[in-house]
């Protein structure tokens, strides 16, 4: 399985960006897949997490009600859609694929991306 996360860039507090990250070398529907964000000089966070079937989703508190989560399983694709960003989200964000249920521990995903980054000026 490959995973290759893209559409990250700089934009301002209160802008919009959406990440894409495509998968391949496997069947995508058996994953749930999620997002992972690390800054420089922290820890690993939980962003978001997504079922197969796009039907449960969920989020880490500090991005809740800003972010969204989507899978499109005919194009093999998971989204994040972030909304009035802060600069406290700059960070490498990083998808994952985990071969069974949702998960918010990192430890439970079995294969990751590249990582895109993220940058909000304030």
């Known amino acids: 399985v490959q995973l290759q996360a893209s559409g990250g860039g700089l934009v301002q507090t209160g802008g919009s960006l959406r990440l894409s990250c495509a998968f391949s070398g496997g069947t995508f529907t058996m994953y749930a897949m999620g997002w992972f964000r690390q800054a420089p000089g922290k820890e690993r966070e939980f962003v978001a997490t997504i079922s197969w079937s796009g039907v449960s989703t969920y989020y880490g508190d500090s991005v809740k009600g800003r972010f969204t989560i989507s899978r499109a399983n005919t194009k093999n694709t998971v989204y994040l859609q972030m909304n009035s960003l802060k600069p406290e989200d700059s960070a490498v964000y990083y998808c994952?694929?985990?071969?069974?249920?949702?998960?918010?521990?990192?430890?439970?995903?079995?294969?990751w991306g590249q990582g895109t980054q993220v940058t909000v000026s304030s």
């Open positions: 994952a694929a985990n071969e069974g249920v949702v998960s918010r521990n990192g430890r439970d995903y079995d294969y």
